[in-house]
């Protein structure tokens, strides 16, 4: 498993952006699906952030870790976002 991990979060005034990255196993060599039945968490995420107009890329390869990248509407605009309290 990973024995480091870095998370960086950039808030600008329209958009927001969380970068996560370890130094674990990674996901193998194949192509990442974020198909429902895949990665249950990751199909998650990818469908909260799409509902509020975000984009989120994750990518990995075994035995150099994982990373996963998403930003979001920020700032007054987004905090109105009604999908928001399905949270």
Same mark, same amino acid.
């Given at each position: 498993?990973?024995?480091?991990?870095?998370? =960086? $979060?950039e808030l600008g005034?329209?958009?927001?952006?969380?970068?996560v990255e370890d130094n674990g196993r990674?996901?193998?060599t194949g192509k990442l699906t974020l198909e429902p039945s895949s990665q249950i968490g990751l199909s998650a995420l990818?469908?909260?952030? =799409? $509902?509020?107009?975000?984009?989120l890329q994750v990518g990995?390869?075994?035995?150099?870790g994982s990373r996963i990248q998403f930003t979001v509407p920020a700032g007054?605009?987004?905090?109105?976002n009604e999908e928001l309290e399905d949270f």
């Open positions: 498993g990973a024995n480091s991990i870095k998370v =960086t $979060l005034e329209e958009r927001a952006e969380v970068i990674g996901f193998g990818q469908e909260r952030i =799409t $509902l509020v107009g975000g984009n990995s390869s075994t035995g150099h007054p605009e987004a905090a109105g």
